[in-house]
């Protein structure tokens, strides 16, 4: 059973920052690409970032270029988010989601997600 559960989301005043985790388990972490989406209240999904299976290669959404930094530790079947410089429109439930393989921005799996909350 493919399993994804984030962690590391919190309350944090403008400026600062966070770490998110994901762990995966149930299939070969290492065989697909990956992406952070969040989903900011009353808002559809917006994609984040995405890291590549093979050569590692990153992405990331203009909103958050510069400030969020996407790894994995294929190893630790984990995924990060380092998300510096927040801003209160930082603020939604980000989830780890597993590409698809079929079409960009297309995933089959998601987690259920960790909440960022941005304020002073």
């Known amino acids: 059973e493919v399993q994804l559960v984030e962690s590391g989301g919190g309350l944090v005043q403008p400026g600062g920052s966070l770490t998110l985790s994901c762990a995966a388990s149930g299939f070969t972490f290492g065989a697909y690409g990956m992406s952070w989406v969040r989903q900011a209240p009353g808002k559809g999904p917006e994609w984040v970032s995405g890291i590549d299976r093979g050569d590692g290669r990153t992405y990331y959404a203009d909103t958050v270029k510069g400030r969020f930094t996407i790894s994995r530790d294929n190893a630790k079947n984990t995924l990060y988010l380092q998300m510096h410089s927040l801003k209160p429109e930082d603020t939604a439930v980000y989830h780890c989601?597993?590409?698809?393989?079929?079409?960009?921005?297309?995933?089959?799996?998601w987690g259920q997600g960790t909440q960022v909350t941005v304020s002073a």
């Open positions: 989601a597993r590409d698809s393989g079929k079409a960009q921005y297309d995933w089959d799996y």
